[in-house]
């Protein structure tokens, strides 16, 4: 940004005190005019968000914000990665710091309706889990009554936590922890019987253990956790675009659109529904102001839902989350999009 | 009676004896282990028990030190690298994570390729603070000028500085060594010049807008100047009415019409791609140089008859000293965004450098209270008696001696501020402590690595510190000119 704006908005600032709640202006229309979307994200999170040695973002969430990109501004690379924390995430977006947030933030009914947020999908089913050292020789989250639990603070993990103790008659033993990485040498060091937190954190970590074969992550998944991509209340064209940018990367998977058969699929697919999503006829995108390949530059960016999957998360990275609740519809999971039509 | 003395003494010695070498048992490494360590028995158990606990760490944490593992990949190879070296069962460092991300411990995003760019300002804030630190000592300026012309050159040349910025860079160090030997003050000037130079080459982008701020500033001197012989107040007055009329209303246009006619710019760096320890330093080293004139205006204000200026410094310095620095920095990260037009971009780190400042302002001034609550009723009244007036009297008799008072308090204020920078990974920027280690921890390869990255960061912390700390020692030292 240009520094002699400083003054400038300084006295903007003053002039205006007390002044209007920021931002219910044409999101589109500036992201357009900036030429750059803005995009709250995770400051680190194993697979979902993360910068390499070069500074380059990449992961789960990342490829949405890069979808999103490509669909508005025809370059995936246009993005400008806000690192937020888990205090500035909500504020951040209401604000009007960030265009969009995709930072693994579970969609909750006070979420959506008292912080004036529009959750625009799910792009990750999580839920919390347990992991135990083996030799505690516990196979079922109901056979930790009295255990010491390490557990984040200031998280829904800790209440989701009180409330199954509470609901199963059992008792535990907090040990408050800050972050992942403190909860991991807190585990490993044995101050605490089982870890819990989002079940694709617990996998992440076990397998960044040195001797992940000793842990267990027990099968009771005792929250839910629809993680998305969420906007600001009041631009409902903004969220129609980002929801359908997401849509377009789950429905792709269902219909075999990939970032390889892509081109030849636009040519000459004879499927009316992957006709529509690629732009090869009627005019979807006119309807959300913008052209009408959107859909495909979004899923060229990274893929589709699957193929991000399986590039951030998936079984063949080391995190190796299996698709479960995330798979389609259609195999058994919970990915719906809804008809392009 | 001189008979009788004269008889009894026969022999008087004119030479003094030689001096004995003392007693073996009272020299040497015995006597020292003696005198100090095994002085008596509760000595010697104390002694004992230190050299237990001393034993008990190193014998927990050698190995692991021991083990230490520079070139891998990733933790997992550091793994197989210690368990093939040192057997199975062994534990070790993995420093390999330091090794492969030291540059964002160091720079954050910074992008890799303008590296020297912070180099060369750090290099020059040396210059800068020479003829301020070592104002009186000319061998000890000489020597830290020519360490730090020394290395930022080889430092820069490493990083693959452009020639002529390694050209720009040689000729101000070398030239600050040259005139540091003859007229020391005239590096004032570049001291003065340093805010606006240091800022240019962090952030880069036109440089008519620094030399805008620069004429608004001159311009308003010369205001200052022409309407001094009128009335001091009155010339006060103009001088800061120009320098802000022309900030506010001209510089921007004119910097932007500027740069339309001459192109001055070099590559513009976003607040966000700064990190780590360019981060840390770039706020501690504001907040510093801001925070002691506001905390000596703030005490000097607390300390006024004026009422209203009294009750506002009063309340200004309570309110932020009684609020968390961390409340400080989420106001300034979340609260301003709600109060500011939409669409602005108010810079983050300037929000934090302004907030991190008037914190140690508030603290600043306390201190430096207590400097001049310190100072005997005589010094004032001996000022008054010269009829100095009252600013003539603080800069001339109050303030040098308030302040050498509170140099151990105002140094570790410093101190405190700058470990505070760490802070602001709370409002979403990456400090080398957690923000940095945070996301490197997030790539899969380093995850699980935990207290590598503290000991990095911790070492460079306590090197920093510890400098500051034995400055303002030597700073004691030079200005101790009371009653030993």
Redesign the interface.
């Known amino acids: 940004m240009k520094r002699t704006a400083f003054l400038g908005t300084l006295t903007a600032a003053t002039l205006l005190g007390g002044g209007a709640f920021a931002a219910e202006g044409d999101t589109l229309a500036e992201v357009k005019a900036r030429d750059e979307l803005i995009c709250g994200v995770n400051t680190g999170l194993v697979g979902f968000a993360a910068p390499d040695a070069n500074g380059n973002w990449a992961g789960f969430d990342i490829a949405v914000c890069k979808a999103v990109a490509a669909a508005v501004l025809g370059d995936p690379s246009k993005v400008k990665y806000v690192p937020t924390t888990g205090q500035t995430r909500f504020t951040a977006l209401s604000s009007g710091e960030v265009d969009v947030l995709a930072r693994n933030s579970t969609w909750t009914y006070s979420r959506d309706t008292d912080l004036k947020l529009d959750f625009v999908g799910v792009n990750y089913y999580d839920g919390q889990g347990f992991m135990v050292n083996k030799d505690l020789g516990v196979t079922s989250a109901k056979e930790l009554d009295g255990a010491t639990i390490c557990i984040q603070t200031g998280t829904t993990t800790e209440l989701n936590l009180a409330d199954y103790f509470r609901a199963n008659n059992m008792s535990y033993q907090p040990v408050n922890i800050d972050s992942n990485a403190e909860g991991e040498q807190q585990y490993m060091a044995g101050a605490c019987d089982a870890y819990t937190t989002d079940a694709s954190g617990l996998a992440a970590t076990r397998a960044a253990f040195a001797d992940p074969e000793n842990h267990i992550i027990l099968p009771e998944i005792i929250s839910k956790e629809p993680l998305g991509p969420a906007v600001r209340h009041g631009d409902n064209n903004w969220g129609d675009i980002v929801r359908w940018t997401l849509n377009a990367l789950i429905a792709a998977e269902e219909y075999g659109v990939t970032s390889t058969n892509l081109e030849e699929l636009s040519a000459n697919s004879a499927n009316p529904e992957v006709q529509r999503l690629l732009g090869t006829s009627d005019e979807l995108g006119a309807m959300m102001g913008l052209d009408n390949e959107w859909a495909k530059r979004a899923i060229a960016a990274s893929g589709n839902y699957g193929e991000i999957f399986a590039a951030t998360i998936g079984e063949q990275t080391p995190i190796g989350l299996a698709r479960g609740l995330n798979a389609q519809w259609t195999q058994g999971g919970l990915m719906y999009a809804p008809p392009f039509r | 009676m001189s008979e009788l003395h004269a008889q009894t003494v026969p022999f008087v010695r004119d030479t003094m004896l030689p001096q004995q070498p003392p007693p073996n048992r009272e020299t040497g490494a015995l006597h020292w282990l003696r005198a100090n360590l095994f002085s008596g028995p509760i000595n010697t158990i104390l002694t004992i028990l230190g050299l237990l606990i001393i034993w008990f760490l190193v014998s927990h944490f050698w190995d692991w030190f021991a083990h230490s593992v520079w070139n891998a990949e990733s933790?997992t190879q550091c793994?197989e690298i210690i368990a093939a070296t040192w057997g199975e069962d062994a534990r070790g460092a993995c420093w390999a994570v330091i090794r492969?991300?030291w540059?964002?411990y160091m720079f954050g995003?910074y992008p890799?390729e303008l590296y020297f760019r912070p180099i060369i300002a750090f290099g020059f804030l040396f210059v800068a603070l020479a003829p301020v630190l070592f104002s009186e000592s000319v061998r000890i300026r000489r020597i830290v000028l020519i360490v730090a012309a020394a290395a930022t050159l080889i430092l820069s040349v490493m990083v693959g500085a452009p020639l002529p910025w390694l050209v720009f860079a040689a000729i101000v160090m070398i030239g600050a060594v040259v005139v540091a030997e003859r007229n020391a003050p005239w590096l004032l000037i570049f001291s003065a010049l340093y805010p606006l130079l240091g800022?240019w080459m962090l952030?880069g982008?036109s440089a008519w807008?620094e030399l805008?701020v620069l004429a608004s500033v001159a311009l308003g001197w010369l205001a200052w100047r022409l309407s001094v012989r009128i009335s001091p107040l009155i010339a006060v007055i103009a001088g800061v009415a120009v320098t802000l009329a022309l900030?506010?209303f001209v510089?921007?246009d004119a910097?932007?019409d500027l740069q339309s006619l001459i192109p001055l710019d070099i590559t513009a760096i976003?607040?966000?791609?700064f990190g780590g320890f360019l981060l840390s330093i770039t706020i501690g080293v504001a907040g510093i140089a801001l925070s002691l004139p506001l905390g000596i205006i703030l005490a000097l204000a607390r300390r006024s008859d004026m009422f209203l200026v009294n009750k506002l410094a009063v309340v200004f310095i309570e309110f932020i000293r009684g609020v968390p620095l961390i409340t400080l920095l989420?106001v300034a990260?979340?609260l301003?965004?709600?109060?500011?037009?939409?669409?602005?971009?108010?810079?983050i780190i300037?929000r934090v450098i302004i907030m991190v400042t008037i914190f140690a302002a508030a603290y600043m001034a306390e201190v430096i209270r207590g400097g001049l609550a310190a100072l005997p009723k005589g010094q004032y009244e001996a000022a008054d008696a010269l009829g100095l007036d009252y600013w003539k009297a603080q800069r001339l008799i109050i303030l040098p001696q308030a302040l050498k008072i509170s140099i151990p308090g105002i140094v570790s204020t410093f101190i405190g501020m700058f470990k505070d920078t760490t802070l602001v990974?709370?409002?979403?920027l990456?400090d080398p402590l957690?923000?940095i280690?945070?996301?490197?921890?997030?790539?899969?390869a380093w995850?699980?690595v935990?207290w590598e990255p503290f000991i990095f960061t911790g070492a460079i912390f306590f090197i920093i510190c510890f400098s500051m700390s034995r400055y303002s020692m030597y700073l004691e030292r030079r200005l101790q000119r009371d009653h030993r």
């Open positions: 933790l793994r492969e991300r540059h964002q995003f890799r800022v952030w982008g807008g805008s900030l506010l510089a921007g910097a932007e976003d607040s966000d791609q989420f990260s979340l301003l965004n709600y109060f500011l037009p939409p669409g602005t971009n108010f810079d300037l990974v709370f409002v979403g990456f957690k923000g280690s945070d996301f490197v921890r997030a790539n899969f995850k699980g935990y």
